[in-house]
C-alpha cells in the first residue's frame, strides 16, 4: 500500500464544559485513507463525525482544542502548519465540500467570482483563463447554463445546485484529497440521488482520497470503499463496505443497521434503546454498555480496544463473536391493524392557495396565483395510516395545516365523519377540535421552552376534560407511560430532554385529547434514526390500542411504508398515486413514483438508484396539463401539456393518474423494477 | 417506572427559581456585579438619604457661598450657600421615584399592546404601526415639552406622561418579539387546540416575550433617567429647592470656572446611577441569551 | 421593484399625514391658542375674540387642518405668533445650521464607529475590545449635558484652546461656526459612535461565527481577504438602519447639546417657541423633523435593499 493521503493518529479533541472539566469530543481516534480511496465516517448526531473531518484540515470549531494527536496530511501535521501554510493546502490540494451549501457560500459573492477566487488562491492559472476554467467546471458538475449560473447570488440556485457550485469550487485547486462533511443531507431524493452519482464518477475519474461524513449508510453505501462507524466519539468498527453493511461485528453497528427502515421491507423496524453518552460521561468501560444487548461485567469496567479481526475489520468490542448473533435487518412485526371501512377524513376536491391577489392585483387585472395544492381527494377510514409523500413543495404539510384549521382551503370540502369541517380552526365546535390532533415536525419547535412537561400536558386535559388537581395529575402520569417515560418527567422543561424524549412529549399531547384522527407532520424527521425507530413503533403501539387514525406525511419513503398500510403521492400539490402501500411500491407505478423510488438509497451494496429523470427544480406547477411533464422520464408529448390526466383505477383501490393506462405502465416498468426485487 | 409520582413544582416557585438563577448569573458577569451594585445602592440611598444627611437641603448660608471643599462640607457649597454634599446626595430621590413608577407602567400597556397586535395582525394592527411610527418620528423633548409646558411639572403630570411616551416604541419591541414567537409551532399547536387568544397570550407568548421586556424595561429605565435629567437641566422638571441632579449641574455650570465642585457631585452620582442600570440590563441581555453577538459558537 | 418602491413611498406618506394630524390636533386639544399666547394677560373678551378672527381660529378644525397642511405642502408655514415674520424663512437658517451640526458629527462618528466596531468585533473579548466596549457604555449613557459639561470644564475652562460657547449669530454662512462647533460635534459623535460601535461589534461577531466565514477559511482564503471580502459586506449592512435613525436623532433630538453650547439650531428654536407657546413654529418644526425621519428611515431601507442581493430578489420574486 502507498503512502496514505490523509492519516489521523491518537487525536482527541475536547472542549472546556461549564464545570472547569475538559470534555472529549473525539477520543484517541486513528484513521488513515490511502490516495484513491474513499473512507464513510457514519454516526448519529453528537458522534463527532463532523469534527473529526474538519480536524483532518487541521480545523477546529471556536472553543474546542486539540487534546493529543496529529491530523497528518501527506504526512505533514495539520496542526503544526502556520497560517500561511495551511492557506496553500486548504481549499487546495486537500479541499472541504460542506453541509448545506446554501449557508456555506458568501451571500453577497456572485458564484462566478467565488469560484474565481479558489481558482486564484490555487490553480496558478493566468487571470484571463479564469472565467473559461471556472465555466468548464461549472459545466463539469452538471450545472445547466453555466453562464447563467456565474452570475447569480447563491440564494438565487436550488439546494441542488447550490451544492453542484460547492463541489465544483473544491475541485477549482484539483485536490487530491476530498472532505465531504454530509454533502447531500436536507436534499430531496432524487437530488442526493443524482449528486452521490456525481461524486462516485469524480472520485473514480480523478483517483482523489476521500472522506465522506454521513449520517446515512445508504449515501456511503454508495461512494465508500470503506466504512469507520463512530460511537461518542470513538470509532467502534472499521472495516469494507461490505463487512460492515452485511456481517458487522459491533452491537452498535447491528443495532444501527436494524433501525434503518427499508424500501424492500414492509416491516417495522426494530429500536435500539438509550441514548449515546454525552461527552465526559462515558465511563472507564465500554461507551455502548449501557446500551448493548450481550453487555458483561467485563465492559463496564474495561475499556475495548479497536482491535483487528480476521475478516480484515477492526472492532472495538470484547466480545465480536457473540455480537455477530444479533439481528441486523428489521425483525419487528408488520404494521397490520384491523381498520373499519367508514372514513373518518375526506378531502373533496380540495385546493389551497398561499398567495392571496392583493388590492393592487385586483385593480390591475393580474389573475389569480395558480393554487399551491389543487384538486386533491382522499379518504382515510378508521384505523388506518395513511402516508403522503413527496418531495418539498409537495404540499403534503399545507394539506396536514388545513385538515388543522390553521390554513384555509381555497376550494373544496372537508369532512370529519359525515360532517363538513369548518375551514378554520375559530369556526369548528369543541369536539371536532378534540378528535383531530396534529403532531409537528421540530420538537424543539412544537413543546413551548417556557412550560414543563405537566404544563404541556396540562393544555388539552383542562381544556378538552376540565381536569385539576389529582385527577390532573394522575392523567398526565397516565399518559407519559403510555409514551414509556416516567412520571419524573412531569417537572423537566423541554430543554432538560433528549431529542425523542421530546418528540415521546407532543406525542404525547396529542394522544391527551384522546383524539380520533392524528395528523403527523414529518415527526421523525428531525430525529436520529435509531431514535426514529423507536417513535414509530411507540406510534404504531398506540394506533393498535387506540385505534386512532393516522395521516403520516414524510418525505422518507421507506419511513412511510413501514408504518402506512395506504400511500398517496404528492407532486406540487397534486395527487399522481393513492393505493394500498403493497400496490403503491409495487408495480405499476406513476411515472414520478417510479423516479422516487428509483432514487431511495438503500443501506445495501447490492441496491443501487436508478436514475430515470432529470433533478430540477421548479418554481411553480404548469398552470395546464400534468403536473409532473416537465419532469417525466416517461412523457407522451404534447398531451400531458395540454390535458389533466385522468385516473386509471387498479386492483384494491390503486389509482393512478396518468395519461399512460395502467398495462402500458406495467410493461414499461416491469424491466427495470427486476433489478431491485433482487434484493 | 418505579418512581414515586413527584408532585410538580408549582409554577410560581419553578418562575421564581429561574429568576433566581438569571440573578445569579448577572451577578457572575464582572458588568452586571459592578451595575446592578451600583443600582441598588441609589436606590438604598435615595430611600434612606433623608435621615443620613448632614444638612437640611434647603439650608442657605449667605456667608457660605461657592465655597470650595472642607471639612465641614465635604464637597463645598453652592451658589446660595447650601451643602451639595447633602443635595447630591438626595438629588436622585425625585427622579428615581418618578422613573420607577413610569416605567413598570410604560413596559406593561406597551408590552401587552405590542403582543396583542403582534398575534391578532391584520388591518388594525398596520394602522397601530402606522400611529406609532408617527409618534416615534417626533423628537422626544417636543413631546415631553408641549404637555409639561401645558400641564406643569408636578409628578402627576410627569409620571403619565413618560409612561406615555416610553410605552410606544415598546410596543414595536413588544409586537417583534411576538412575531418570532407566533411563527413556532407552539403556538400553531396551542391554536389547533382550539385555545383562546387570552389562553394564547397569558401561557405561550407571555413566558417567551418576557425577556425581551426585561431588557427593554432596564434600557428605557435609563433612557428615562436620561430624559429626566435632561428635562431637569433645561429647567422643565423638578422645581427648586428640591434637589436634583440636572438641576443642580445647570445651576452649577455658571460658576464652574471658579467653583468647579458643584458640578463634580451630580456629575458623578447621575452618571454612576445610568451606568450602572444600563451595565445590568447589558449583563441581563447576556444572560437571558438575548444578546446576538454572545450566542455560544459550537 | 417599482412595485415595493411605491409601497414603501406610500406608507411612508401614510406616516407623515399621521403625524401632521397628531402635531394638529395635540395643539387643538391642549388649552390656549396662538392669541391667548401672543395676548397673554390681557388674552379676553373683546381683543381675544378679534385677534381669533384675524387669525382664523374661529373656522371649523377640520378646515384649518387643510389649509395648514396645503401651505406645509408648498413651504408656507405661516408667520409666528409673537413676531409676525414668515416661520419658514426664521425655520430655514435653523435647519441649515442643525444640518450643518448633523454632518460634522455624521463624518467624524460614522467612520469612526465602523472601524472600532469592526476592531471590537474581530478581536473580541481581548484587552482593546473590553476597553472600548466599556468606553461605549460610558460614552452613550452619560447624559449629554454631562459630557458636554466636562469637556467644556476640561478643554475650554482649563485649557482654554476650545470656545465653550457659540456666539455666532442664526444667519452666518457655515465657515463662521468654525472652531466653536467643534466641542458640540465631539459630544454628539461621542454619543452616536458608541450607539453604531455596538451594533456593528455584534453583527461583525455574528458574521465572523457563520457558516460562510468558515467555509472560506477552509477554502485556504487568507484572514484579511475573508474580513474584507467575505464578512464586512454582510456584516455593515445592517448598520445603514441604524445609521439612519442617528441622522434623525442628530435633527430633532439634540436640543440639550444645542442649549449648551448656545447653538442657533431646530432644537433650541424649539424649545424656545415652545416656552413661548408660539404654536405655529413648534408645528412647522414637528412636521419638518418628522418628514426627515420618515425620509431618511425610507432611504435606509431602500439602500439596504440595493445593497443586499437576497432582498433584492426576494422583492423582485414578489414583484
Not at chain 1, 470513538?234 to 443497521?257: C, D, N, T
Not at chain 2, 451600583?38 to 465655597?67: C, E, G, N, Q
Request: a neutral charge; hydrophobic letters at 50%; proline letters at 6%.
Amino acid at each position: 500500500m502507498s503512502a496514505p493521503m490523509i492519516e489521523v493518529r491518537g487525536l482527541s479533541v475536547g472542549f472546556t464544559g461549564r464545570s472547569g472539566a475538559t470534555l472529549p469530543v473525539l477520543r484517541d481516534i486513528d484513521l488513515t485513507v490511502a490516495p484513491g480511496e474513499s473512507l464513510g465516517l457514519v454516526g448519529e448526531s453528537g458522534s463527532g463525525k463532523s469534527t473529526l473531518a474538519l480536524a483532518a484540515m487541521g480545523y477546529l470549531k471556536r472553543g474546542l482544542r486539540r487534546l493529543e494527536g496529529s491530523a497528518l496530511y501527506r504526512g505533514e501535521d495539520m496542526f503544526a502548519k502556520s497560517r500561511s501554510e495551511l492557506e496553500a493546502v486548504r481549499g487546495g490540494k486537500l479541499a472541504l465540500i460542506p453541509q448545506n451549501s446554501g449557508q456555506s457560500l458568501t451571500p453577497t459573492l456572485r458564484i462566478g467570482a467565488q469560484l474565481g477566487e479558489a481558482l486564484r488562491l490555487h490553480a496558478g492559472l493566468p487571470a484571463d483563463r479564469h472565467r473559461a476554467r471556472v465555466l468548464e467546471l461549472l459545466g463539469q458538475v452538471r450545472l445547466p447554463d453555466p453562464e447563467a449560473i456565474f452570475d447569480r447570488f447563491p440564494h438565487e440556485l436550488s439546494g441542488g445546485q447550490q451544492q453542484r457550485a460547492a463541489i465544483a469550487m473544491a475541485l477549482a485547486g484539483t485536490p487530491d484529497a476530498l472532505l465531504l462533511d454530509e454533502p447531500t443531507t436536507g436534499l430531496d431524493v432524487t437530488t442526493q440521488a443524482h449528486i452521490l452519482e456525481l461524486l462516485r464518477e469524480i472520485a473514480a475519474e480523478r483517483g482523489m482520497a476521500m472522506v465522506y461524513v454521513s449520517h446515512d449508510l445508504g449515501a456511503i453505501v454508495r461512494v465508500c470503499d470503506r466504512v469507520a462507524v463512530m460511537y461518542a466519539g470513538e470509532i467502534v468498527l472499521q472495516g469494507s463496505v461490505r463487512q460492515v453493511l452485511k456481517a458487522p461485528a459491533h452491537p452498535y453497528a447491528r443495532g444501527l443497521l436494524a433501525s434503518i427502515p427499508r424500501l424492500s421491507d414492509p416491516a417495522l423496524p426494530v429500536a435500539l434503546g438509550g441514548r449515546p453518552p454525552a461527552p465526559g460521561q462515558a465511563g472507564a468501560g465500554c461507551a455502548f454498555v449501557d446500551r448493548c444487548a450481550i453487555a458483561q461485567p467485563r465492559c463496564r469496567t474495561e475499556h475495548p480496544a479497536l482491535t483487528p479481526l480476521a475478516s480484515g475489520d477492526a472492532v472495538r468490542c470484547h466480545f465480536p463473536a457473540e455480537a455477530q448473533t444479533l439481528p441486523i435487518a428489521g425483525q419487528g412485526t408488520a404494521s397490520d391493524d384491523a381498520r373499519g371501512e367508514a372514513p373518518v377524513l375526506t378531502l373533496d376536491d380540495l385546493s389551497i392557495s398561499y398567495s392571496r391577489p392583493g388590492l393592487l392585483d385586483r385593480l390591475m387585472g393580474r389573475a389569480a396565483a395558480v393554487p399551491t395544492v389543487d384538486d386533491v381527494a382522499l379518504t382515510v377510514r378508521r384505523g388506518e395510516t395513511l402516508g403522503l409523500v413527496g418531495e418539498s413543495g409537495s404540499g403534503k404539510s399545507t394539506i396536514l395545516k388545513t385538515v388543522a384549521g390553521l390554513l384555509g382551503a381555497a376550494g373544496g370540502e372537508i369532512r370529519f365523519e359525515d360532517t363538513p369541517l369548518p375551514g378554520v380552526v375559530e369556526q369548528r365546535r369543541p369536539d371536532q377540535l378534540r378528535r383531530i390532533q396534529l403532531v409537528f415536525q421540530n420538537p424543539d419547535d412544537s413543546l413551548n421552552p417556557r412550560q414543563t412537561v405537566a404544563e404541556i400536558l396540562e393544555q388539552p386535559l383542562k381544556l378538552y376534560f376540565g381536569l385539576s388537581g389529582q385527577a390532573l395529575l394522575d392523567r398526565s402520569t397516565e399518559i407519559l407511560e403510555r409514551v414509556r417515560l416516567g412520571a419524573h418527567y412531569l417537572d423537566r422543561l423541554p430543554g432538560q430532554l433528549s431529542g425523542g424524549e421530546k418528540q415521546r412529549v407532543a406525542i404525547a399531547r396529542a394522544f391527551a385529547a384522546q383524539p380520533d384522527l392524528v395528523l403527523c407532520d414529518e415527526v421523525t424527521s428531525a430525529l436520529d434514526v435509531s431514535v426514529q425507530a423507536a417513535v414509530l413503533d411507540l406510534l404504531d403501539e398506540l394506533q393498535r390500542t387506540q385505534g386512532t387514525t393516522y395521516v403520516f406525511v414524510s418525505h422518507d419513503l421507506a419511513v412511510v411504508r413501514a408504518l402506512s398500510d395506504r400511500v398517496a403521492v404528492l407532486y406540487q400539490g397534486r395527487l399522481c398515486e393513492v393505493g394500498p402501500s403493497d400496490k403503491v411500491y409495487g408495480l405499476p407505478s406513476h411515472p414520478y413514483t417510479e423516479v422516487l423510488l428509483g432514487a431511495v438509497l438503500e443501506p445495501d451494496p447490492d441496491v443501487a438508484p436508478r436514475l430515470t429523470a432529470d433533478d430540477v427544480v421548479e418554481l411553480s406547477p404548469p398552470a395546464r396539463g400534468c403536473a409532473f411533464q416537465r419532469r417525466c422520464p416517461r412523457k407522451l408529448g404534447a398531451v400531458c401539456e395540454t390535458d389533466t390526466p385522468p385516473w386509471h383505477m387498479g386492483a384494491g383501490g390503486h389509482a393512478v393518474r396518468c395519461h399512460i393506462d395502467l398495462a402500458d405502465l406495467a410493461a414499461a416498468q416491469a424491466p427495470a423494477q427486476d433489478a431491485v426485487k433482487k434484493a | 417506572m418505579t418512581d414515586a409520582p413527584a408532585t410538580p413544582a408549582p409554577a410560581r416557585a419553578r418562575a421564581l427559581s429561574r429568576w433566581g438563577g438569571v440573578l445569579r448569573d448577572v451577578m457572575s458577569r464582572p458588568s452586571g456585579a459592578i451595575g446592578l451594585t451600583l443600582v441598588v445602592f441609589h436606590v438604598v440611598l435615595a430611600i434612606v438619604s433623608p435621615w443620613i444627611v448632614p444638612y437640611d437641603y434647603r439650608a442657605m448660608d449667605a456667608t457660605l457661598m461657592l465655597k470650595g471643599p472642607s471639612a465641614l462640607h465635604w464637597l463645598g457649597t453652592d451658589h446660595l450657600g447650601r451643602d451639595v454634599l447633602t443635595r447630591t446626595l438626595m438629588g436622585g430621590r425625585e427622579a428615581l421615584l418618578i422613573t420607577g413608577i413610569a416605567t413598570p407602567i410604560a413596559v406593561a400597556w406597551g408590552g401587552l399592546l405590542g403582543i396583542w397586535f403582534g398575534l391578532v395582525g391584520g388591518r388594525a394592527d398596520e394602522v397601530l404601526m402606522r400611529v406609532v411610527d408617527a409618534f416615534l418620528s417626533l423628537p422626544w423633548i417636543l413631546k415631553m415639552l408641549v404637555l409639561i409646558v401645558t400641564f406643569g411639572t408636578g409628578i402627576e403630570v410627569l409620571i403619565p406622561t413618560l409612561a406615555f411616551f416610553y410605552g410606544i416604541p415598546v410596543i414595536r419591541i413588544a409586537r417583534a418579539a411576538t412575531h418570532d414567537v407566533v411563527a413556532r409551532d407552539f403556538v400553531s399547536a396551542a391554536r389547533a387546540r382550539g385555545h383562546g387568544r387570552i389562553t394564547i397570550i397569558r401561557k405561550e407568548l407571555l413566558p417567551n416575550v418576557l425577556d425581551a421586556l426585561m431588557v427593554e424595561g432596564a434600557m428605557r429605565w435609563s433612557w428615562m433617567l436620561l430624559a429626566f435629567s435632561s428635562l431637569s437641566f433645561l429647567g422643565f422638571g423638578v422645581s427648586p429647592p428640591t434637589p436634583d441632579w440636572g438641576l443642580m449641574i445647570a445651576d452649577a455650570r455658571g460658576f464652574m470656572s471658579f467653583a468647579p465642585w458643584g458640578v463634580l457631585g451630580p456629575v458623578i452620582a447621575l452618571s454612576s446611577l445610568i451606568i450602572g442600570i444600563n451595565l445590568t440590563a447589558d449583563a441581563l441581555a447576556k444572560a437571558l441569551g438575548l444578546d446576538r453577538a454572545q450566542k455560544a459558537p459550537v | 421593484m417599482l412595485r415595493m418602491l411605491l409601497r414603501r413611498l406610500f406608507l411612508g406618506a401614510v406616516t407623515v399625514v399621521i403625524v401632521s394630524v397628531i402635531i394638529f390636533a395635540g395643539v387643538e386639544i391642549l388649552p390656549g391658542d396662538a392669541c391667548t399666547a401672543f395676548l397673554e394677560r390681557e388674552a379676553q373678551g373683546k381683543l381675544l375674540e378679534n385677534c381669533r378672527e384675524a387669525q382664523g381660529l374661529n373656522r371649523p378644525p377640520f378646515e384649518r387642518y387643510l389649509d395648514w397642511a396645503a401651505g406645509a405642502i408648498q413651504g408656507d408655514f405661516g408667520v409666528s405668533a409673537n413676531g409676525a415674520k414668515s416661520i419658514a424663512e426664521l425655520v430655514g437658517n435653523r435647519l441649515k445650521n442643525s444640518l450643518l451640526l448633523a454632518a460634522c458629527a455624521l463624518g467624524v462618528g460614522v467612520p469612526l464607529a465602523i472601524v472600532l466596531g469592526v476592531v471590537t468585533g474581530l478581536w473580541r473579548d481581548k484587552g482593546i475590545d473590553l476597553v472600548l466596549s466599556t468606553g461605549a457604555i460610558f460614552a452613550m449613557t452619560i447624559p449629554e449635558f454631562v459630557s458636554a459639561t466636562v469637556l467644556i470644564l476640561v478643554f475650554s475652562v482649563w485649557l482654554g484652546w476650545l470656545p465653550g460657547i457659540v456666539l455666532t449669530s442664526a444667519s452666518a454662512p457655515a465657515a463662521e461656526f468654525f472652531p466653536e462647533i467643534l466641542l458640540p460635534v465631539i459630544v454628539l459623535s461621542m454619543v452616536m459612535t458608541a450607539h453604531i460601535l455596538r451594533m456593528v461589534r455584534s453583527s461583525v461577531i455574528e458574521v465572523m461565527a457563520g457558516d460562510y466565514v468558515q467555509m472560506a477559511t477552509l477554502k485556504g482564503v487568507p484572514y484579511w481577504r475573508i474580513v474584507f471580502v467575505h464578512a464586512l459586506p454582510n456584516a455593515l449592512l445592517p448598520a445603514i438602519n441604524v445609521v439612519a435613525l442617528t441622522v434623525a436623532w442628530l435633527l430633532g433630538g439634540v436640543v440639550v447639546v444645542e442649549v449648551v453650547f448656545n447653538y442657533p439650531g431646530l432644537g433650541r428654536m424649539m424649545i424656545d417657541a415652545i416656552s413661548d407657546r408660539d404654536l405655529p413654529v413648534v408645528q412647522a418644526i414637528a412636521l419638518i423633523v418628522a418628514t426627515v425621519y420618515v425620509g431618511v428611515n425610507l432611504t435606509a431601507d431602500l439602500l439596504t435593499m440595493v445593497l443586499n442581493p437576497r432582498l433584492r430578489t426576494h422583492y423582485m420574486r414578489q414583484r
